[in-house]
């Protein structure tokens, strides 16, 4: 029986093993690639995007687990005020080098302004910890995430 999926806001599903990790199905039947695949182990977070809001490592997710919940990816960033925020800041500030962990690290940032609109340096660090930058890139990419805060807060104040 097809597993029903909301990504992106749009209606899928999938004919996929209620256990086949969600980035699989994300990258290989829905054709969404921009999440990434690093370790597979829940350990660099190349892999994250949004469940209902959280982050998630879609390598160890199965795919039955978030059967009808909201899931989020990078690809939703033509349509999301935070994602193109960011996407606007990492580019500005050049906060990537190779760009490998960024989908991932972008996604844990857009949970964290979402629910905090004015994050502390630590509090960008702390939600991003989960995830590893293989180019040492960490210090420009805390600052691109607290440049999309600011910008996101001064848009809304008109
Ligand atoms: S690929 Fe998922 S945490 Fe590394
Ligand atoms: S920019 Fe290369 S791994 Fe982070």
Known sequence: MPIALVVNGRAMQT???AVTPLLHV???ELDLRGSRFGCGLEQCGACMVLVDGEPVYACAREVGSVANKRVTT???FADDAT???LHRAFL???AGQCGYCLS???MSAKALIDRHPAPRREDIAAALDKHLCRCGAHNRIIHAVERAAAALRQEARG
């Open 15 to 17: 004919e996929s093993d």
């Open 74 to 76: 990078i690809e939703a």
């Open 104 to 106: 991932g690290i972008i």
């Open 26 to 28: 994300l990258r290989n």
């Open 92 to 94: 500005d500030t050049q």
């Open 83 to 85: 994602l193109r925020a």
